[in-house]
């Protein structure tokens, strides 16, 4: 399923890179993220919760501040 996650604290391309790779390292495809609207985009599986979600770009050093379904 295709969630829109709102990310808090990018502030450059490295940082888009920190996000894109946290969330493909939990299995998330297609994934895109937009420093301009601090919005990522991907497909990911009925098996990985928004906690997950949440976690791992946490993990990464950003803020979660929202995800919904796409």
Known sequence: MK????VEGM???HCV??????LKEIGAKDVE???E????TAEISDNITD??????????GYD???IEKA
């Open 3 to 6: 969630k829109k996650i709102l």
């Open 11 to 13: 502030s450059c391309m």
């Open 17 to 22: 890179n920190h996000v894109s790779e946290a």
């Open 33 to 35: 993220v937009n420093l």
């Open 37 to 40: 609207k601090k919005l990522a």
């Open 51 to 60: 906690d997950a979600i949440k976690l791992a770009i946490e993990d990464a």
């Open 64 to 66: 979660v501040v929202n």
